[in-house]
């Protein structure tokens, strides 16, 4: 297309930006109004796409991180010819496939859910990891963000990790526009302060009117020549370009212009231009590594092993058994023991540093090319990317969550170390897998099976030793659970998981000595919840006792109460957790302090079942 055809299409995405607004009557069509040229220009001389074939490898890759300039994404698919005009009228209406924010649920199209600002750089960064150092082609990444957006610390952790990474697949643009949602941003029009930021995190920085076709068109294509460092391309717009009364004006943002028909007009009126987006070079099928047999490490029955180590082992053997496995690490890779991918598999391994939002963000990229991701960092830490996780579950993103050094029982470490929330964290995520092992096998087992499961997968590590007591060739489905005591005289159910589970089976074994049965449940998988099992308990013995080195608010107690949702009676339930704030101290000081050990467990069953303590 040339200069002039390509401002008609900008005029274009314009009038079908505020006409899909209208039509919703509401939505963000200033936004897109602003950014209409950096768009127009990219699908008409740069983007290389095949829109019927949204997989194929040598696509580029089109991040559109201020998610809520939706109506210019849709607008410029309608262009290209891959909705018609009736569907870009259904924009935010039920059932439609154009939500307010895009996602790839709905649209093949679309690379991550976006929305939540900040996160579409991070990703981006993924994304082009994956093109550098996996699949190893030439495919582009071009991310579109707002100057409103530059607040976020997530886009500094990308934009220093792309820096680092020297990636020259990356070129950001950036929309300023210099108005956010109440009033001006922080930098307003100033384009130079931008750029020495993004130039001290070694990007090649341009400075452009956003709204002169040609230079927009020489700056992409400077983009495209620079080598050996990511691209930003600092453009400065018009938030409402093209119709005065609302062209640069506060008050305007997140709803429909006031006369759209007058508006229209204005902008010229509505055009019918399509673009043939260049198709992309051939390519291969995505690279992936060698496979092998899965050989997960053995252990002797009463051996003491970390589940944090056997974690590590774990993943190493998946790694071998499974070419398509990458891990990321937030810097702890020693004490989560991402260490040992690190050292059999160097060429899958990503150091993030200490920066978790940028690690589970570049899980996210990578799982959209077909990878599949397991990123660790101490279960403390992961509260900090809990957006990127949540983003993540929209975007319907295959991730393996790996938190280490859970609950108090780290011991002397104290409880800004302390993952004590991280249960309720990830329950709460739509979709989601809960997994908390107990021992090296189980850990090892459920490693291997999280590669193949849908959502958000999260597995819980604890930093001590604790003894083996599962056979190596033992199953763990998940959804299930595990009962390892058990008899037709159980007066008790006591039910835990991970470090806890190990106090119950003491605390079982004292009170059988005191002739009081108890069953005891290992509930390994947290989410989904093994409901028969815990019913069937609660039946057989009439009351439920749960232990877990977590807050007492949704975790495994809250999980097990999930079992009794469905309007039968609710049985006796008590629950013992983390209820006050810890210091320092052992780790066996930190669980009878905090009333999760077996002495705590043996006095809650006494007092159950009526054999209280006598003082």
């Excluded at 449940?521 to 080195?549: F, H, M, W």
């Amino acid at each position: 297309m040339n200069t002039g055809e390509l401002a008609e299409l900008g005029q274009q995405l314009r009038v079908d930006s505020v006409r899909a607004a209208a039509s919703a009557a509401s939505g963000h069509p200033t936004s897109s109004m602003s950014a209409a040229d950096l768009m127009a220009v990219l699908l008409g001389r740069h983007l290389r796409y095949d829109f019927d074939r949204p997989d194929h490898p040598g696509n580029d890759r089109f991040v559109l991180s201020k998610g809520h300039a939706s109506p210019l994404l849709y607008s410029a698919f309608k262009a290209a010819g891959a909705i018609d005009d009736g569907e870009l009228l259904t924009f935010r209406k039920l059932g439609s496939r154009l939500e307010g924010h895009p996602t790839p649920r709905r649209l093949p199209w679309v690379e991550t859910a976006t929305g939540s600002l900040g996160q579409g750089l991070p990703i981006g960064v993924g994304i082009s990891l994956s093109g550098k150092r996996l699949d190893h082609d030439d495919h582009r990444v071009w991310v579109l963000c707002g100057d409103s957006e530059l607040a976020e610390g997530s886009i500094w952790e990308a934009a220093e990790h792309a820096g680092y990474e020297h990636l020259d697949n990356l070129t950001l643009i950036v929309d300023v526009n210099r108005l956010g949602q109440r009033g001006p941003t922080r930098h307003g029009h100033d384009l130079d302060a931008y750029a020495r930021r993004f130039r001290a995190f070694d990007w090649h920085a341009i400075e452009i009117d956003g709204h002169d076709i040609d230079a927009i068109d020489r700056a992409y294509g400077e983009a495209l020549s620079t080598k050996g460092r990511p691209t930003v391309v600092l453009a400065r717009t018009l938030k409402g370009k093209g119709v005065a009364s609302v062209e640069n004006r506060e008050g305007q943002h997140g709803k429909p212009l006031p006369d759209a028909d007058e508006a229209i007009a204005e902008l010229g009126g509505p055009r019918d231009l399509h673009v043939r987006v260049q198709e992309p070079p051939s390519a291969q099928a995505p690279r992936r590594f060698g496979t092998g047999r899965l050989d997960l490490p053995r252990h002797d029955l009463g051996e003491q092993v970390a589940t944090r180590d056997a974690f590590g082992k774990a993943l190493a053997a998946l790694g071998t058994a499974r070419g398509d496995v990458v891990a990321l690490d937030g810097e702890v890779g020693d004490s989560t023991r991402a260490e040992f991918f690190a050292k059999e598999h160097p060429e899958r391994y990503f150091e993030c540093y200490i920066a978790e939002q940028q690690m589970v963000a570049a899980a996210v990229g990578m799982a959209s090319r077909g990878w599949v991701p397991y990123a660790t960092t101490f279960a403390a830490f992961l509260t900090r990317a809990h957006d990127f996780v949540r983003m993540a579950s929209i975007s319907g993103s295959p991730v393996n969550l790996v938190g280490s050094h859970a609950g108090v029982a780290i011991g002397e470490d104290g409880p800004s170390q302390m993952g004590v929330e991280d249960l309720a964290m990830m329950r709460s995520i739509h979709g989601s897998t809960v997994l908390y092992p107990c021992d090296a096998h189980q850990t090892a087992r459920l490693v291997a099976a999280m590669a193949d499961l849908d959502g958000i997968r999260y597995l819980r590590t604890s930093r001590g030793k604790t003894p083996v007591i599962y056979g190596p060739d033992e199953t763990f489905p998940v959804g299930g659970s595990k009962v390892l005591r058990s008899s037709d005289r159980d007066r008790l159910t006591v039910v835990a998981a991970g470090v806890t589970l190990h106090e119950a089976l003491s605390a079982a074994d004292a009170l059988a000595a005191d002739d009081i049965p108890v069953r005891v449940i290992d509930l390994y998988s947290v989410k989904p919840v093994d409901r028969e099992t815990l019913r069937r308990a609660a039946e057989e013995t009439g009351c439920l006792l749960t232990v877990e080195d977590h807050r007492a608010e949704g975790g495994l107690g809250d999980a097990v109460l999930d079992a009794f949702t469905d309007g039968r009676p609710v049985p006796r339930l008590v629950r013992l957790a983390v209820r006050t704030m810890p210091g320092s101290a052992s780790p066996a000081e930190q669980l009878h302090a905090a009333g999760i050990d077996a002495e705590n467990i043996v006095a809650a069953g006494r007092l159950l079942v009526g054999e209280a303590l006598v003082a």
